[in-house]
């Protein structure tokens, strides 16, 4: 199956920091998602991105697709506390939905 | 509440004694899977469905079965655990293959002794 490798694994950082975490694969994806996994939860969709290149917002978070379609990046500006959790990147190949390995986040108040 | 909806949270059973976690939906999606996530690998994907009584194998099949006999329900089944299948598992569901907003369920955590 497809391997989608982020990187780094774990961060540990102060609050107000920003935070930037990556996403790899050997294959062609042509969507790239990103999802927040809160302690004790399921993952929930943070941001969607469509088109190689394309760079979205949704507040303090911004997601890019990148150029080859073999990654994607999350950076996460001013953190707060709530951004506690794990991110997966995620995307879809023909009928399967692949996950990335994560990055779990720490943020120190 | 547009929800899945997945039992137990929490299951300790022995080695080789049949179990089924149960999956639910209420949202009328046509897409289900099954993950299982475990520390540095992620989420994998065990098995989907696609629609009633269409279900094909993810990355990680072996010592699993799944059933799509009605939209809405999507069971796992373990015939015979053994322990490496200790792990957490979600149950999600999307509203069609083209769609990519997954809902979650909130886990069931399987430990196999």
């Known amino acids: 199956g497809q391997q989608l490798n982020q990187s780094p694994q774990s961060m540990f950082i102060q609050e107000g920091e920003d935070v930037s975490m990556n996403c790899t694969s050997s294959?062609?994806?042509?969507?790239w998602l990103w999802y927040k996994q809160d302690p004790g939860e399921g993952p929930v969709l943070l941001i969607a991105?469509?088109?190689?290149?394309e760079l979205t917002s949704n507040g303090r978070l911004t997601a890019q697709f990148g150029i080859t379609r073999k990654d994607s990046f999350l950076n996460i500006s001013a953190s707060i506390p709530s951004d506690v959790g794990i991110y997966f990147c995620a995307g879809p190949r023909f009928n399967q939905f692949y996950f990335g390995t994560g990055t779990s986040l720490t943020v120190i108040p | 509440e547009a929800q899945v909806t997945q039992n137990p949270r929490y299951l300790i059973t022995v080695t080789g004694k049949k179990l089924t976690v149960t999956c639910s939906q209420n949202?009328?999606?046509?897409?289900m899977s099954w993950y299982r996530q475990d520390p540095g690998l992620g989420l994998r994907q065990i098995y989907y469905s696609m629609n009633v009584e269409v279900t094909d194998k993810g990355d990680v099949p072996e010592g699993y079965k799944v059933s799509r006999k009605e939209k809405r329900n999507f069971p796992l089944i373990l015939e015979s655990p053994s322990p490496n299948q200790t792990s957490l598992y979600f149950c999600?569901?999307?509203?069609?293959?083209?769609?990519?907003?997954?809902?979650f369920g909130s886990g069931t955590r399987l430990t196999v002794v």
């Open positions: 999600a569901s999307k509203r069609d293959r083209a769609n990519y907003g997954y809902t």
């Open positions: 294959s062609i994806f042509n969507t």
């Open positions: 991105l469509y088109k190689a290149g």
């Open positions: 949202m009328n999606h046509e897409y």
